[in-house]
């Protein structure tokens, strides 16, 4: 009784303190405040035109709507994380939107598409992706600026002169609809899983400028089988047959995982979807199929406002054991830790409710980091064991490649040892070329293998592994000659 008492005191003049207290003192108990600079004024960071005063505000984009595709010209606050899991409309509203957006977005893609790139076919004859079916298509294909007539004669030209005349071939590329955003999958794929195709937008790339389907897999534990699954896509129903007595358990289980279907933001089973019928979702595998990358792209899900965020592609899983730093620009250093995490993609707890969470336990994470440490890079004969090119099964033009990459062209600076990657972020200030935001650090990608993911770069700009030596001739200022970068990129093609 008594203490109830006291503690009844102690409350009440607890209350009738912070009555009698001034306004501004009572809020500062509740939230400290912090330092606040009186006559701020922002130091000059060079960031020019790159700057937040000098873009355009995010459009008021609602879900679904349509997205600029020169996206990098915006920037801002926008819409916080917490997504509504609420469609603007009943779903047969939703549906009958996107029949009707759906065909005249896509006319505009591929207009915009071809506008960017003359996808023209060519390939590099007798070279093959790894499995042997796809021939490595040749480029560039990226168009050059009207008025130009190569691209030696644009690298002649300083950043600053390609910016001033608004003529950088390698801007970056967007998410077609970025205000839904999320998986695309290309055709290929939704070919074979129907139940990916979306009701609101196509992947933008020809499927031949993508990797080849299904890609072949190659373990770290069994170099001589070759492609374990002999030509075939890995599925739930087939995994047991083709991986028994090859796996231990535990690596059996962790592989089971990356195939296990799940619900995913607009892949899920409630209206929230762009999907016609409800679905299961998605697997680690339908994008990683086989453990590499059918082509697939996403939005980063490091980002705010959902417009800011970056178009990624997928990246191949071969050879992750040798990475230390996982995703463009999240830094995820450990497989264990990406699998616990990814698949939803968001970022965004509120959401993940809503459409059921994956919850993996971390034995199970765990396990499925285990399987993919064993996914090797697809073999590279002309590679001894110190990953230089061995003289004798080489050409003249390889041997003249790989002196440029160590060389002139340093491209060994940021791409080295066994994955022909350092592990590091980097700022490439591309922004130096055009009016836009900048994207800011992002991690080296490694070049083993590298013959066998086109399209290249986080977002997919670059088609081809020619235009990938364009574009670091030009950002890097290399001034190489022709014969030079083709000599690179066929060296590009042994790894
Ligand atoms: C859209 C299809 C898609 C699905 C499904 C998917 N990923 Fe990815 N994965 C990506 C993309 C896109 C990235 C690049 C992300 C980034 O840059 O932030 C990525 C990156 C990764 C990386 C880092 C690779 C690197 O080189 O940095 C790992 C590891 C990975 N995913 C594992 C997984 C696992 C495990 C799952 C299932 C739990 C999964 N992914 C599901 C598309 C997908
Ligand atoms: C300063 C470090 C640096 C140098 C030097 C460098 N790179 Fe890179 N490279 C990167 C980074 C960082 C990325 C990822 C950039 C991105 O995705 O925006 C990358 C990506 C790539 C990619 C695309 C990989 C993929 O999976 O999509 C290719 C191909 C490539 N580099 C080739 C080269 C070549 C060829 C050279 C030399 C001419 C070179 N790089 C020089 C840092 C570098």
């Known amino acids: 009784m008594k203490k109830v008492y006291l503690l009844a005191i102690v409350l009440g003049s607890g209350i009738l303190l912070a009555s009698n207290l001034p306004d501004d003192i009572r809020l500062h108990l509740l939230q400290s405040p912090g330092a606040v600079v009186e006559d701020f004024q922002e130091p000059d960071y060079g960031l020019g035109s790159g700057h937040i005063d000098s873009l355009i505000a995010f459009p008021d984009v609602k879900k679904g709507e349509r997205t600029p595709f020169d996206l990098w010209r915006y920037g801002g606050q926008g819409q916080t994380s917490f997504m509504d899991p609420n469609l603007p409309m009943s779903w047969e509203e939703w549906v009958a939107f996107h029949n009707n957006q759906k065909p005249v ?37 990226s168009r050059l600026p009207k008025g130009v007539k190569s691209f030696e004669e ?65 373990l770290t534990t069994h170099k001589e089988f070759g492609d374990v699954t002999k030509g075939k896509e890995v599925t739930l129903s087939n995994y047991y047959e083709i991986f028994n007595g090859l796996l231990t358990p535990e690596q059996m289980e962790g592989l089971k995982e990356l195939l296990r279907p799940t619900a995913t933001t607009w892949f899920n089973q409630t209206p929230h979807r762009v999907t016609i019928a409800p679905s299961a979702g998605v697997s680690c595998f339908s994008c990683h199929v086989n453990g590499h990358t059918n082509g697939a792209f996403e939005l980063g899900p490091d980002s705010r406002p959902t417009l800011a965020r970056l178009r990624v592609g ?13 995703s463009s620009k999240r830094s995820i250093r450990s497989m264990d830790h990406f699998a616990e995490i990814e698949e939803y993609f968001d970022g965004d707890p509120g959401m993940m409710q809503h459409i059921g969470p994956r919850g993996h336990q971390k034995s199970v994470s765990n396990r499925m980091g285990d399987f993919n440490a064993i996914i090797d890079f697809p073999p590279a004969p002309k590679l001894g064991p110190m990953g230089k090119l061995i003289p004798s099964k080489a050409t003249q033009q390889e041997l003249l490649g790989e002196q440029l990459f160590w060389g002139k062209a340093k491209c ?24 836009g935001r900048p994207e800011g650090p992002i991690k080296t990608f490694p070049l083993r293998g590298i013959k066998d993911s086109p399209p290249y ?35 590009l093609m042994c790894l």
Not at 186 to 199: A, D, K, L, Q, T
Not at 314 to 326: A, H, I, V, Y
Not at 462 to 491: M, Q, R, S
């Open 314 to 326: 997928t990246p191949s899983m071969r050879g992750n054991f040798n990475l230390m730093q996982l």
């Open 412 to 435: 060994g600076t940021c791409h080295s040892g066994p994955a022909f990657v350092d592990d590091y972020m980097h700022d490439l200030q591309v922004e130096r070329f055009y009016v």
């Open 457 to 491: 770069l986080h977002d997919d700009r670059l088609p081809t592994l020619d235009d990938a030596v364009e574009f670091f001739n030009l950002v890097l200022e290399l001034g190489l000659a022709k014969d030079e970068k083709e000599a690179i990129t066929a060296y």
């Open 105 to 141: 977005l896509m006319a505009d893609v591929r207009e915009y598409m071809s506008s960017r790139y003359d996808f023209n076919w060519a390939v590099y004859e007798g070279q093959y992706m790894s499995g042997g079916r796809k021939l490595i298509r040749r480029g560039p294909i």
């Open 154 to 218: 644009l690298a002649k030209l300083s950043p600053e002169q390609i910016k001033a005349r608004d003529i950088f071939p390698f801007k970056p590329l967007a998410h077609p609809l970025a205000s839904t955003a999320h998986m695309v999958f290309p055709n290929v794929w939704n070919v074979v899983h129907p139940e990916h195709v979306r009701i609101d937008v196509d992947h933008d790339y020809p499927d031949e400028y993508l990797p080849e389907f299904p890609p072949p897999l190659f």
